[in-house]
């Protein structure tokens, strides 16, 4: 928790929060200032921040226009705020942020026409573009329909936070490590004439083929995270949540993290799908994942949870009542469970709390990271 101590003491006050007290335009300025800093960073330093592929991706103009935009809304809520606010920390820091950004090129950095490959490269851009558009989406869901009612920075989130940061700021060696299992040990096992066929198939039935190869897979290894004695205390760790929301699903061991995603790759890439599919089906994981985990109220109509996974389904995977211990393995499909005997359900209900009975996970990235090898856990 020392981070979020150290937080509370920089930015910690005991005036309201309501709209209206500076507290919610302070925020914002902090956070939009930190971006743009972050934003004109990778332009001063693409080649050691940003990843070719995210590069490729992008716009280069619109991510100006961005910039300046983020950089000047978050420099006239730094202002606001410290006009609403009795302590000006918050709105202060928002607009020293916003210099900072400005002052070090703002959108308007000159980039090198080429950049040559470097061996080793940070994903901040994927970060910052993730965090980004993930808090447009889910925050203001969120608030509208919150199952429970908190702020986002309910205890706990500044783990969650530093997962979200290090696994996007990691993106190279994680790409790496999905792909190295099946590209090293499984190459032997490429039949040309089974991906021709799957490759035949139209984009949308390959889309699907994908989700359901790929959910079978990844129910088949959570639930080994489960049983087995030595492998629980890595995924312990994404059960130790007690808050559910958007950013509580970043919470992942690494060795969770890389055993799951190499081997739930392996028979995607013997099968060999197109890559306008596979790519479709990396970015709607991305999203429904962090669905799945969001503090939203929304119930759907019987065939649809019994179709997809909704976060009701996954909130019981969390639960902390008996009964739902081991159950809701799969990620997509909850049918699969149902295959296997492992679902759980109740009509229209939703967990009563989230987390491991006795709470034996400490807070804390680093406490994490070392806590399921640590002697005498
Ligand atoms: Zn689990
Ligand atoms: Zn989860």
Excluded at 248 to 275: E, I, M, N, Q
């Amino acid at each position: 928790m020392d981070l979020d101590r150290a937080l509370q003491r920089l930015f910690g006050d005991d005036e309201p929060e309501h709209v209206g007290s500076g507290w919610l335009s302070g925020t914002l300025a902090v956070f939009l200032g930190t971006l743009g800093l972050g934003a004109v960073a990778c332009l001063r330093w693409p080649q050691l921040l940003t990843s070719p592929e995210v590069r490729a991706l992008l716009p280069l103009p619109l991510v100006r226009a961005t910039i300046e935009l983020v950089i000047g809304v978050a420099f006239l809520l730094g202002l606001l705020s410290t006009l609403l606010r009795r302590r000006k920390v918050l709105g202060a820091t928002g607009m020293a942020l916003a210099l900072l950004a400005g002052g070090g090129g703002g959108g308007q950095v000159p980039l090198p026409g080429a950049l040559p490959a470097t061996p080793v490269y940070l994903g901040l851009d994927w970060f910052l573009l993730n965090i980004l558009l993930l808090t447009l989406l889910f925050i203001p869901l969120e608030k509208l329909w919150p199952l429970h009612r908190r702020t986002v920075f309910r205890p706990g989130w500044t783990t969650d936070a530093v997962y979200f940061f290090v696994s996007h700021l990691l993106v190279q060696g994680s790409t790496l490590l999905t792909l190295m299992p099946a590209t090293v040990f499984f190459r032997w096992a490429v039949t040309p004439a089974v991906q021709g066929t799957v490759r035949g198939l139209p984009a949308v039935l390959q889309f699907v083929a994908c989700a359901v190869v790929a959910d079978l897979t990844e129910y088949a290894v959570h639930r080994l995270f489960h049983r087995l004695r030595w492998l629980w205390p890595f995924h312990a760790v994404h059960h130790s949540s007690q808050a559910m929301d958007w950013l509580a699903g970043s919470r992942l061991h690494v060795v969770d993290v890389v055993l799951t995603r190499g081997l739930t790759f392996v028979p995607l890439f013997l099968l060999g799908f197109d890559t306008a599919p596979l790519y479709a089906y990396l970015v709607f994981v991305s999203l429904h994942a962090v669905f799945i985990h969001a503090n939203v109220s929304w119930t759907f109509p019987r065939w649809v949870e019994a179709l997809v996974v909704t976060p009701r389904f996954h909130h019981w995977h969390h639960a902390i009542e008996a009964e739902a211990i081991d159950k809701n393995f799969a990620v997509h499909f909850p049918w699969i469970d149902r295959l296997f005997g492992t679902y759980y359900g109740p009509p229209g209900q939703w967990p009563a709390g989230y987390g491991i009975a006795g709470n034996p996970v400490p807070e804390g990235f680093a406490a994490q990271l070392v806590y399921p090898v640590r002697p005498g856990r």
